[in-house]
């Protein structure tokens, strides 16, 4: 009996694993990816003379 547990904890593990693997590639294919922002020059500092 034990070994049907055994058995049975493997392939779980087994899944879980076949499960990550699937759901990285997928992210990878149809996940959005993060938009490449482009910033602009700072502007010079310019003191205020009152």
């Known amino acids: 009996?034990?070994?049907y547990i055994?058995?049975?904890i493997l392939w779980?593990?087994?899944s879980f694993?076949?499960?990550c693997?699937?759901?990285?590639?997928l992210r990878k294919l149809f996940g959005s990816?993060?938009?490449a922002v482009q910033t602009?020059?700072?502007a010079p500092h310019v003191p205020h003379t009152p």
């Open 6 to 8: 055994l058995e049975l």
């Open 21 to 25: 693997c699937i759901g990285c590639l």
């Open 12 to 14: 779980v593990l087994a």
């Open 40 to 42: 602009a020059a700072a």
């Open 33 to 35: 990816e993060e938009v």
């Open 1 to 3: 009996m034990g070994h």
């Open 17 to 19: 694993f076949v499960g």
